[in-house]
């Protein structure tokens, strides 16, 4: 079967820097994205990764090794509005989108 | 600026009703989807739809169905309303092609009492 598993919860001190991991066993690969969720809000798009490597964007980052089915996203400098759920993505071989639980980051000042 | 607009951001519904639950996008995209979210699972696909008048099960289409009759607007139908189904709804767009990512709605709190 697919599957993606994540942290079910992480906690971090503003300022701090956080790595958020995610394993992934799907069939087929085209794609691994972040997302980030507030609490009773609609998930938003952080950052996609196909090949391997380092995805930087501001201080967030994204980091994929397909050999390994793994990805972390990094974030620097946390800030009390990055206490949110992140979710990582996986597009299989038919292109859908298989879905992890998601981790909730909680910044404590 | 991107949109995609849910009817509702909460319903309360009995068990038995007929439910709608309404989704608009205003960025032409082909592709539509209706996820659930619960606590501890991830977004689960129950229907998507690749063109207009096209759909498709997802992971957790028992209990639900769809309707697309315009490309901007993808309809997600309880036929018989079950406590089970109480979650949040999220309906999502995207254009057709390998690097894209989704559009989210604002999310639909559906309870069914």
């Known amino acids: 079967g697919q599957n993606i598993d994540q942290p079910t919860e992480m906690t971090a001190t503003e300022g701090a820097i956080v790595q958020i991991n995610c394993t992934y066993q799907?069939?087929?690969?085209?794609?691994l994205f972040w997302y980030q969720q507030h609490a009773g809000e609609a998930p938003t798009f952080l950052s996609y990764n196909v090949l391997d490597g380092l995805e930087e964007k501001g201080r967030f980052s994204s980091f994929l090794s397909r050999s390994k089915g793994y990805s972390y996203l990094l974030l620097k400098e946390l800030q009390m509005k990055d206490s949110a759920s992140y979710l990582c993505a996986v597009k299989d071989s038919n292109y859908q989108l298989i879905w992890g639980a998601g981790t909730k980051l909680i910044i404590k000042p | 600026d991107v949109k995609v607009t849910q009817s509702s951001r909460y319903l309360v519904k009995r068990t038995g009703e007929k439910v709608f639950l309404e989704c608009v996008q205003d960025m032409d995209h082909e592709n539509m989807f209706w996820y659930r979210q619960d606590p501890g699972l991830g977004l689960r696909l129950i229907y998507f739809s690749y063109d207009v008048k096209m759909k498709e099960k997802g992971d957790i289409p028992e209990g639900y169905s769809v309707s697309r009759e315009k490309k901007e607007r993808f309809s997600l139908i309880l036929e018989s309303a079950s406590t089970n189904q109480t979650s949040m709804y999220l309906c999502?767009?995207?254009?057709?092609?390998?690097?894209?990512?989704?559009?989210f709605g604002q999310g639909t709190r559906l309870t069914v009492v």
């Open positions: 799907t069939s087929g690969f085209n794609g």
């Open positions: 999502a767009s995207s254009r057709t092609g390998e690097v894209t990512e989704a559009f």
